[in-house]
């Protein structure tokens, strides 16, 4: 988060020919959203890659299938909010993809944390 901090209005100020204003009532909310699904399946995948002897394959192998849809979720609910001929809103539908999949995925992670805890 603290690399967004720095790398987004950055790329408002030299990419973007309006300025970043236009999107920054709903651009906070992707972000965390994004961030929040790639912190929960990142920790799901580390937790369950720990104990096995294959954890520097096993980790990124099941990691990548799984944020691809937070990184598209990401992306489609971020671009009409950094286009500058149409400013129009986050579109809901996307956003709403973003929350559910981050839900799923900290109730699997929630469900299965004493069995990951055992010895």
Known sequence: ?????????????LLLE???????????????????GAALIGTLVAALAVRTRARDLLGPLLALPLLVPVVIGAARASA?????THPSGSQPRWL?????????FGLIAYAVFDFLLED
């Open 1 to 13: 988060m603290v690399l967004e901090l720095v790398a987004v209005p950055a790329f408002g100020l």
């Open 18 to 36: 309006p300025s970043l204003g236009q999107a920054l009532p709903d651009l906070p909310l992707v972000l965390l959203l994004g961030d929040l």
């Open 80 to 84: 009409p909010l950094l286009v500058a």
């Open 96 to 104: 709403i993809a973003l929350a559910l999949y981050d839900l799923v």
